[in-house]
């Protein structure tokens, strides 16, 4: 009876910020099980759960110093799990960053984001790249081609070359050539604009990759990972033409599928509905193929 008699006056003693409290952090649980629930992080987090149990029987049969080492380790647990955990840590910001809930509440405080003369430069480079990725799948000519949105690439520019100029199918067929020394990069497009060229990109993290893919195809899916880009890749083997967009790999398009592709990630805010409507049909019918 005194049991039940504590218990319900902690109850009594509950408001609706403590229940607020409670679920903000049972939320924050959760995420952090999604997030390292598919990565390396779960056996770095099983490693700490072992060391936890050690801890415990350490310290109830009273082994003093292995129980004080533990004890110490524990101590600086949140600059340990900073630093083991930085890459998963990262990609969850990152990703907390480009949630589409978020941007829209932002956008509301900030003016449009592309002008008139932007949006024809996007237009036009989403053409050349489309008429350049075709004529390279006929002549098996590697490309990767990134076309940037909310997260800015100047760190992954700097490892290029600047160059700044509108996009042209001849401009892409000079630097993809395969003895130009700019071919083995990959080029940035922002805003429309060809910004840089010869960018070393990330490789991806994903241990399920097909090991047939090659690096071109693992560094779209990097940047794309770490990124918010759509990510164009002409195979040099195969002459596939591959889209890599949030760690996925799209394969296979045709001169037209990938321009309608490309619009709907690089120019959605710009189309009406009934454009939008044909876009998801489109998506739902490949997605299911």
């Not at 647990?77 to 083991?84: F, P, S, Y």
């Not at 996925?248 to 990938?258: E, K, S, W």
Request: proline share 1%.
């Amino acid at each position: 009876m005194d049991f039940f008699d504590n218990l319900l006056s902690i109850i009594k003693t509950i408001q609706i910020r403590d229940i607020i409290d409670i679920l903000a952090i049972a939320l924050l649980i959760f995420g952090l099980f999604r997030l390292v629930r598919e990565t390396r992080a779960v056996q770095l987090l099983k490693g700490v759960l072992v060391l936890f149990v050690v801890y415990f029987i350490s310290s109830l049969f009273g082994f003093v110093m292995l129980s004080g080492l533990l004890r110490a380790f524990f101590e600086a647990a949140v600059v340990l799990i900073a630093i083991i955990f930085q890459p998963e840590i990262r990609k969850a910001l990152e990703q907390m960053g480009r949630n589409n809930t978020w941007s829209k509440y932002i956008k509301i405080l900030q003016k449009r984001g592309k002008t008139d003369e932007q949006k024809k430069a996007i237009q036009k480079s989403i053409q050349d790249a489309a008429d350049t990725a075709m004529l390279f799948s006929r002549s098996k000519t590697g490309a990767l081609i990134v076309f940037e949105r909310e997260t800015m690439l100047s760190d992954i520019a700097l490892t290029g070359t600047i160059i700044d100029a509108e996009t042209s199918v001849a401009l892409f067929g000079n630097i993809f050539f395969n003895k130009a020394p700019l071919h083995d990069g990959a080029c940035i497009i922002r805003d429309g604009k060809l910004y840089a060229a010869g960018c070393i990109l990330p490789l991806t993290d994903n241990k399920n990759v097909d090991i047939n893919l090659g690096t071109r195809h693992r560094a779209a899916l990097g940047i794309s990972e770490q990124s918010d880009a759509v990510v164009l890749t002409v195979s040099e083997e195969t002459g596939v033409i591959s889209l890599a967009i949030n760690g996925v790999l799209m394969r296979d398009f045709t001169h037209d599928m990938l321009i309608t592709k490309l619009n709907e990630f690089l120019l959605d805010e710009f189309e009406d509905d009934d454009n939008s409507r044909f876009r998801r049909k489109w998506r739902v019918k490949n997605e299911k193929e």
